[in-house]
């Protein structure tokens, strides 16, 4: 038994750019239906935390003034001009106009914040617990008459000679569904469940030198079936960032009571030997790019008593907006915690010798460095990495503190090539007519490393290019 069912935009997924896809079609007066394989919506993260903005009314009234002309540049600086320049000033140019767009559809905005000291307001935040942009954006979906298939798993996209006639599935029951559309979206959410698929893409061995944030039910399906349907293929990476494994990493690397390790203090590789400007670790992306060139993709940070009694008492050097520092965090505790729960990443110790030995470290090279770190720190000039001076702290005094960390992700990017109207794009280059894609299965656009300066790039991406995939699916519909 076959189920049909016609439709004039057919959207695969109902993530962040599948909702925001869906919605705006539905607005717009098409008729919009979303087929999704999971049993709620939202994809991955529920929309997240927040999308970019670049001069939004948000950023005006709080009198910070980053053009789209700006951003512009710093992003195709950034990526060495190696990504689709009219992609990206397209979305960038309709961000801010996204951002009004979502607050008219209910979304409640609670800063404009930058991800690091010395990076861009461009992150328009949300209380994501309070609050899941997918779900107030399905609210208005409905609204506007758009409906959805849950459990219903996509399995290819019907292509008749370049023009796209629907797609066909299965439900979780058994029962298949023959979908006639005119005009179909991509938006399943990339593949970061699937490790073989990140493996093959992209080179990274999860769980071993990557400890991407996995979603089981994300397997990179939209791409296949987008390839199977003609598309060209597009570059595949990770938006990649530097992490302690989880329980204790998480989507800001590490625990927010053991930020004390996110801070410019020494850090090795396992050879015992410093690799970086310990600052840039506060980007990262830049720093998930220094550990990953290390042995087994791994990089130690190290302080001592001193410095973390300091902190306690007078707070972080610096923090990350999603990691403040609580000053007093237990942090004996808690490696004492991970310790008898068998985590293998974070240790203490009563010399180095010994910090050494837990830590797989070098224990000669590592004497070695550190007595180089400290004539350093006692010099007042880094002449290695040129560190600036009020980050040198020397490690001097019992107890000894080491966290291991790797690179990590939030999702898996690209694999569909797109234009700027966010068509999808045959291996001849030409449009395949009336199939689009949006979000991570089309975001090519950072390069090989996530541009944190300018936060909320991927969510950004996801609302901007599904809104903007609605726009012309729409169009090619009532044309």
Not at 432 to 460: E, M
Request: charged share 25%; hydrophobic share 40%; aromatic share 12%.
């Amino acid at each position: 038994m076959v189920k049909y069912v016609e439709t004039e935009v057919a959207v695969i997924g109902s993530g962040a750019a599948g909702m925001a896809a869906a919605c705006a079609a539905a607005e717009r007066g098409a008729k919009a239906t979303i087929f999704e394989k999971n049993s709620r919506i939202g994809g991955s993260i529920r929309g997240g935390m927040g999308p970019l903005g670049i001069e939004s009314h948000l950023q005006k009234e709080k009198h910070l003034h980053f053009t789209a002309e700006e951003a512009f540049k710093f992003h195709m600086d950034f990526t060495h001009w190696k990504v689709d320049a009219r992609l990206v000033g397209e979305y960038i140019r309709k961000s801010a106009d996204t951002i009004s767009w979502l607050e008219g559809m209910g979304v409640k905005f609670t800063d404009v914040a930058a991800y690091y000291p010395g990076a861009y307001f461009t992150w328009h935040t949300v209380d994501y617990e309070a609050e899941k942009i997918t779900d107030v954006l399905f609210v208005q979906a409905k609204k506007f008459g758009a409906e959805i298939y849950y459990e219903t798993t996509v399995k290819k996209i019907l292509n008749d000679n370049g023009r796209i006639l629907g797609l066909s599935g299965r439900d979780n029951y058994g029962k298949d569904i023959m979908v006639q559309a005119k005009a179909v979206v991509v938006a399943t959410g990339g593949g970061s469940g699937n490790a073989a698929w990140i493996k093959e893409q992209t080179g990274y061995n999860q769980g071993q030198d990557l400890f991407i944030i996995s979603y089981p039910e994300i397997q990179g399906e939209g791409v296949r079936m987008a390839w199977e349907a003609g598309a060209a293929a597009s570059p595949v990476t990770v938006d990649a960032f530097i992490c302690l494994p989880d329980p204790y990493g998480g989507p800001g690397g590490t625990l927010e009571e053991l930020g004390a390790f996110r801070q410019p203090n020494l850090m090795v590789n396992l050879d015992g030997e410093r690799f970086m400007n310990e600052e840039i670790i506060k980007n990262p992306g830049l720093g998930g790019n220094a550990v990953h060139r290390q042995k087994n993709g791994c990089g130690i940070m190290i302080f001592d008593a001193p410095i973390k009694d300091d902190y306690a008492e007078y707070g972080l050097d610096y923090g990350l907006v999603n990691r403040p520092f609580r000053k007093g965090a237990p942090i004996d505790g808690i490696i004492e915690k991970a310790r008898c729960e068998g985590y293998e990443h974070l240790f203490m110790a009563d010399s180095i010798e010994e910090l050494s030995a837990a830590a797989g470290i070098d224990a000669r090279n590592l004497a070695r460095t550190i007595a180089e770190y400290n004539a350093a720190c006692d010099s007042g000039r880094d002449e290695i990495f040129y560190k600036p001076p009020k980050y040198l702290r020397p490690i001097t005094k019992p107890k000894f503190y080491a966290a291991r960390f790797f690179l990590s992700g939030y999702g898996v990017l690209g694999g569909i090539k797109i234009n700027h109207h966010a068509e999808v794009l045959s291996k001849e280059h030409e449009v395949i007519l009336g199939l689009y894609a949006a979000g991570n299965d089309a975001n090519d656009v950072f390069g090989d490393t996530y541009p944190f300066a300018l936060a909320g790039s991927s969510s950004g991406f996801c609302y901007n290019i599904g809104r903007i995939a609605r726009e012309n699916a729409a169009k090619y519909v009532q044309s």
